[in-house]
């Protein structure tokens, strides 16, 4: 933040967003210029050193990523008025925008207790006149989040035969290891958030979740673009397109920019960009109970993957090692995995049984919405959580578990699940856009 040292921040009155300016310099570092009304903002990004610094897509690209990471400032204030310094989007990506900065900020809209979702009104520009041909992809890049989800996606990408990169924003221990682990070479960034913002949000700016799937992905393409990589492939499952609850008429989904309208809002706005990598999700199809019957089978990351979001911090003097098992995503993978893993495995996973715990039943309830709304955080549907508790209901190791005991007598007695509901979840979709060359190793993986 430029400007003078602020005693305090008043969000309603600031009349504009600015995206002001955005450059690549020819060793990687992104800069991206932003404004609320005259205090200045200017987010990096270290990409890797180019390889392909001319191609046609790279400064498209980079247009959106301005675009998709300027949500991080604009909701310290959450003006209606924007200005586009450096151009408007094109149509499809005016309609992803649109998207990601209302849709996308509804868990925001209702932790800060706004009157509805904000809409703010992008100029659109003119049609860029292209569309990206869909070719088989001879090169792959892998984001890794760190946790179960991108170790299937991984698995997915080597067995397919495909060249394959792996790629991360940031070095958490989570993603480190999990790369180790794969033995695949990786592309590192670094994204750094103006300190400015974070001054704000403490003097009174509005503060809270954005779509950073979104965000990832659009660096994760930039990325790719400049590596001369074809496709960027993403591990976001069916079930994140499960909103949470519906608020003032619109379902808030803590997971729009992972769930499937997202992805396909994205891809559109990709393909106006001549020359850009394709990106999808290789996990589409499935259910988190699909992926982690998958995962319980990669043996060789369990020693090392982590999901809680304690890891992953901003301040890295916050950050865990590993699990906390005391959160809604902590209880969730240990109740998705239970299933599929004895209780000595899920121990010495995550250091504590937390269905051996009673203290932790109101968590574990709360994930198949009983006792309150499903959590603000990244787990899966309802019904999953229903099917999970059901399946280790009917487990001699799991159904003496104190937990599990009062979620068979208190959940499952009013909200059990047929066999015939539950074999659905397993059950892959078509709703994808899983290139063919990709299909034999999603349904090897997925249907052991």
């Known amino acids: 933040m430029t400007t003078a040292p602020l005693a305090n921040f008043d969000p309603k009155a600031i009349s504009a967003f600015q995206f002001t300016y955005r450059s690549m310099a020819p060793d990687g570092l992104v800069r991206l210029g932003y404004a609320l009304d005259d205090i200045e903002f200017e987010e990096t990004v270290q990409l890797p050193a180019p390889r392909f610094r001319g191609s046609p897509a790279v400064e498209e690209l980079l247009d959106l990523l301005h675009w998709v990471a300027g949500v991080s400032y604009f909701k310290a204030a959450i003006p209606r008025h924007l ?47 292209t569309t990206t041909e869909t070719t088989v992809p001879k090169s792959l890049l892998v984001p890794v989040g760190g946790g179960k989800d991108s170790a299937v996606a991984i698995e997915i990408a080597r067995r397919s035969g495909i060249e394959t990169t792996l790629f991360s924003v ?48 659009c660096v994760a393409l930039l990325t790719a673009a400049t590596q001369g990589i074809d ?95 005391d959160c809604d995503k902590c209880r969730f993978v240990f109740l998705i995995l239970a299933p599929f893993l004895p209780p000595a495995k899920l121990t010495e996973i995550f250091g504590k049984d937390m269905l051996d715990d009673p203290e932790q039943y109101d968590g574990f309830a709360l994930l198949t919405a009983t006792g309150g709304e499903k959590p603000f955080e990244c787990v899966g549907e309802v019904e999953e959580c229903l099917a999970a508790i059901h399946l280790i209901s009917r487990h001699s190791e799991w159904r003496e578990h104190p937990v599990v005991r009062r979620l068979v007598d208190e959940v499952l007695a009013v909200r059990d699940l047929s066999d015939d509901d539950i074999g659905a979840l397993f059950l892959l979709h078509d709703d994808h856009d899983i290139p063919d060359v990709l299909i034999e190793p999603v349904r090897e993986i997925l249907r052991p």
């Open 83 to 129: 200005v586009c310094e450096t151009g408007a989007p094109p149509p499809a990506a005016e309609r992803l925008l649109a998207a990601l900065y209302s849709e996308g900020l509804g868990e925001f809209a209702v932790v800060n207790g706004l009157d509805q979702l904000p809409h703010p009104q992008f100029p659109r520009g003119v049609d860029w006149g």
């Open 231 to 325: 496709a960027v492939l993403m591990a976001n499952e069916r079930s994140a397109s499960a909103g949470n609850f519906v608020w003032k008429g619109v379902e808030v989904n803590h997971q729009f920019s992972k769930s499937r309208r997202a992805e396909r809002l994205l891809a559109d706005a990709v393909a106006e960009i001549d020359g850009a990598p394709q990106i999808f999700s290789v996990l589409r199809p499935a259910s988190e109970l699909s992926i982690a019957r998958a995962f319980a089978g990669l043996e060789q990351y369990h020693p090392v993957f982590t999901s809680c979001n304690r890891a992953f911090q901003l301040d890295p003097d916050q950050r865990l090692g590993s699990w906390c098992c």
């Open 170 to 217: 940031g070095d958490a221990l989570p993603i480190n290891a999990t790369a180790t682990v794969a033995a695949l070479p990786r592309h590192l960034a670094k994204r750094t958030i103006d300190p400015g913002l974070l001054e704000l949000n403490e003097i009174g700016a509005l503060n809270g979740h954005v779509p950073i799937t979104a965000i990832v992905s």
